[in-house]
């Protein structure tokens, strides 16, 4: 079974930072664009960031500068660090499959359970 795992989220000051992790398994990870998304409370899913097979990194307008997503293909993991966070940072997170490239999508993907961060002031 496709399973991604997000892990890493928690409870942090404004100004602080956080990495989170997915980790993936039943896939060739090193053939797939991986996707970062949250859900804040009570708004829309919304992008966050995307890393390509090949090494290229995509970020929303509220990411760049602070966030930079990565990959470990030995690892077979996915990571976001997150820096200079604030409340409005406050979400659940999600990983998810990006096929057939970050910028192109023709399905639904596969998605991890997400993982909540939280964000005080």
């Known amino acids: 079974e496709v399973q991604l795992q997000a892990s890493g989220g928690g409870l942090v000051q404004a100004g602080g930072s956080l990495i989170l992790s997915c980790a993936a398994s039943?896939?060739?990870?090193?053939?797939?664009?991986i996707g970062w998304f949250r859900q804040p409370p009570g708004k829309e899913r919304e992008g966050v960031a995307c890393v390509s097979s090949s090494g290229r990194s995509y970020y929303a307008d509220s990411a760049k500068g602070r966030f930079a997503v990565s990959s470990d293909n030995a690892k077979k993991t996915v990571s976001l660090q997150m820096n200079s966070l604030k409340p409005e940072d406050t979400a659940v997170y999600y990983c998810a499959t990006r096929a057939p490239t970050c910028t192109v999508v023709t399905g639904d993907g596969y998605w991890g359970q997400g993982t909540l961060v939280t964000v005080s002031s």
């Open positions: 039943g896939i060739t990870f090193e053939s797939y664009d």
